[in-house]
């Protein structure tokens, strides 16, 4: 499939690690996150959204944390799978809060090793 | 459910030439959004329409253009094609709100 990003950071981990990834985002009046998973030849798949009113949620092997003191947004991966290997993106609602109006961070690839 | 559809998925035009890439949403949802994907720019916000009418606009010339038809399905155009515009397009949909957006596979658009 085609690269997403040819420079982009990566993350290698082992099979069975938790893994972590970060996200630094800009505008303090982002009111909306979420991350993505986009594999090679895909579009982008949801994994987990938070809004600003909360600072933790979790899903199905996932938890994504929010910290608005220092824009910084993390998605934790348990028990990371071959599977998992991707590229992760956050994105915030932005400047204008505006409906649907996603920016998007760089991506970080994640290479997960048997 | 069926998912978010993109047709085609390749395409390859020359330069000045122009092109309409087409979007399905997952049935119910009202609100499309396209975005450019590159290696160097990563992904970056086009248009979003609901209802037939665009809400948002990212910072993109007047050569690309969008709309959306009364059963939500939504295309868009870019005009006298540039190298640059070689990306993969992609378009999502949403309910309406400011609720996640669902991803279809996206067209690759190459300009050569």
């Known amino acids: 499939g085609e690269s997403v990003g040819l420079h982009l950071p990566t993350l290698s981990v082992q099979e069975g690690d938790n893994s972590i990834i970060n996200c630094a985002y800009s505008n303090s009046a982002s009111d909306y996150f979420i991350w993505y998973k986009q594999e090679s030849g895909k579009g982008p798949q949801f994994i987990i959204d938070?809004?600003?009113?909360?600072d933790k949620r979790q899903g199905q092997r996932v938890t994504v944390l929010l910290n608005k003191t220092v824009k910084h947004l993390s998605l934790q991966i348990a028990a990371t799978q071959p599977g998992d290997s991707a590229v992760y993106f956050c994105?915030?609602?932005?400047?204008?809060?505006?409906?649907?109006?996603?920016?998007f961070g760089a991506g970080t690839r994640l290479a997960v090793h048997p | 459910k069926a998912g978010v559809t993109q047709t085609p998925r390749y395409l390859i035009k020359t330069r000045g030439q122009q092109v309409t890439l087409s979007c399905s949403p997952i049935s119910g949802h009202r609100s499309v959004s396209w975005y450019q994907q590159t290696p160097g720019q990563g992904l970056q916000f086009l248009f979003e329409y609901f209802s037939e009418t665009q809400r948002n606009k990212g910072n993109f010339p007047g050569r690309f253009s969008g709309r959306q038809f009364s059963n939500s399905r939504s295309e868009m155009n870019v005009s006298t094609l540039e190298l640059g515009d070689s990306a993969l397009y992609l378009c999502?949909?949403?309910?309406?709100?400011?609720?996640?957006?669902?991803f279809g596979p996206g067209t690759r658009l190459t300009v050569t």
């Open positions: 938070i809004r600003s009113n909360m």
């Open positions: 999502a949909s949403s309910l309406g709100g400011q609720l996640e957006q669902y």
């Open positions: 994105a915030d609602s932005g400047p204008s809060g505006g409906y649907n109006k996603l920016i």
